[in-house]
């Protein structure tokens, strides 16, 4: 294990590692950034700052404008741009690799080694013709929902700042550019194992195999209930791997179900090793609740719809373990272990959703599945009506507070709601039948702390892409006070919090979102 530093550092002062560099040029393409003209902030992230250990003015250090606008190095840096391929929209893509974004390398933090990137630095020999670079619009909405979901408590790579400048780039018109400084434990995806399968070498495949094994020892362990893991073969440590994975993908879309969060694009080349939600594009946090949801016009089929992105994580995980054939001599244990997705997702399903519903006094092991009907129920009622997802759960978690003081009527806010009540006053009368056996003062603080108040709704997302189009980052500082705290009242706050605006419906968000 690498030894954490303290607290409190500049960004100088950091001790770079860079083990992914150290893979050789196998697996990446040593290059500097393109220098970007006139860069200045434009935004920050003070909650990752802190977990990384930087000075709350490590911003104004000489030279850190510079090295995260890709006009300088930081001193022990390694930039490069790693190679994949992919998967995209059930697909082969044949070679991606990173086009516009740009490795700096690995630092040691107080929260253990994390790798950090420069995404919109300019074209990479895995540009595929294009310019490299991220418009100002694209990398707010990255910037913001990275925060947004860490403040979910949802795995995510995250963002520690923004630099904008006045180069023009053509996307759907004329924008401007922009660089994000993103970080991640690690931004390793699928793609890496496929790009090395499919190209059959198996000796590179190995070694990313065993650079990754590394990266997540202490999960394994965990996961294996194991002190060490020298007593397994490599090939064990292969198929726990893949578990482990399959195991963390069913939390995380569990995670995803729960808040109404639709990734819009879930190619293989997006998806992370470590179960990490990656690359947002065409993102959206549902406003009337829809299971078929589309959030990407790009998808014309639907295939990324919010109701199918679980059985897409399913089969994005089949690929990965095709991709780890030639490692695994019995195909059949790579089925077995991927197979844990299917098993463990419901049980994840229904812990998210007795959190939201704050059913504390949980049925035991054997009868899994008891409160599923339940959830399942209201589920259909908010889809028949198409109520706002966020709004709702929010609004019952506060009804639940309210009932000792007011009885039935503390839910007529939630009625409310719905057009056509009937079916879910039917429902209610289940579920307060399913409250007799909890503590309602202990259900009612587990929901509100389990359905957050703030989303990063499409049309706050876009009022704060308008505003830094017009070099205002108010907004974007507006949105990160409560985002990064989603689950508290924010008085003053309310209308980050209430239904779209009418203008919001004709919002179309794309892949170059």
Known sequence: MTERQPSSLKLSEFNWI?????????????????????????????????????????????????????????????????????????????????????YLGEIVSPVGPLEIQLKGAGPTPYSRRADGRAVLRSTVREFLCSEAMAGLGIPTTRALCMVSSPQPVYRE???????????????????????????????????????????????????????????????????????????????????????????????????????LTMDYGPFQFMDAFDPQHICNHSDHEGRYRYAQQPQIAYWNLFCLGQAFASLIEDTEKIVNALSLFKARLPLEVERVYQSKLGLLHRASPQTVGADTPLAEGILQVLAQERV???????????????????????????????LDARGFESWLDSYLDRLKSESLEASAQCMLKSNPKFVLRNHLCETAIQAANAGDASEIERLMHVLSTPFDEHPGFESFADHPPHWAQSLSISCSS
């Open 388 to 418: 706002d997802y966020s709004i709702f759960w929010r609004q019952l978690s506060t009804a639940v507070l309210n009932v000792p003081r007011l009885g039935r009527v503390a839910f007529q806010g939630v009625n409310d709601l719905f």
């Open 173 to 275: 018109e004329l924008e401007t550019a922009a660089v994000l400084t993103r970080v991640a434990p690690s931004f390793i995806r699928f793609g890496h194992f496929e790009h090395f399968a499919a190209n059959q070498n198996k000796a590179a495949l190995k070694t990313l195999a065993e650079f990754v094994l590394d990266l997540v020892e202490e999960q394994l362990k965990t996961h294996l209930n194991l002190s060490a893991l020298s007593g397994l073969s490599f090939e064990e440590k292969c198929l726990a791997f893949l578990e482990l994975t399959a195991i963390n993908y069913a939390k995380l879309m569990s995670q995803w179900q729960g808040v109404g969060f639709c990734h819009g694009v879930m190619n293989t080349d997006n998806m992370s090793i470590l179960g």
């Open 18 to 102: 860079n083990r992914f560099a150290q893979l050789g040029d196998t697996f990446s393409t040593p290059l500097s950034a393109t220098a970007l003209p006139s860069p200045r902030w434009m935004a920050f992230s003070r909650p990752l700052a802190q977990e990384m250990g930087l000075t709350d003015t490590w911003m104004e250090e000489p030279g850190v404008l510079e090295a995260l606008s890709g006009n300088a190095v930081l001193k022990g840096s390694a930039p490069l741009a790693s190679v994949y391929s992919g998967h995209q929209f059930g697909h082969w893509a044949g070679q991606l690799g990173d086009g516009r974004a740009l």
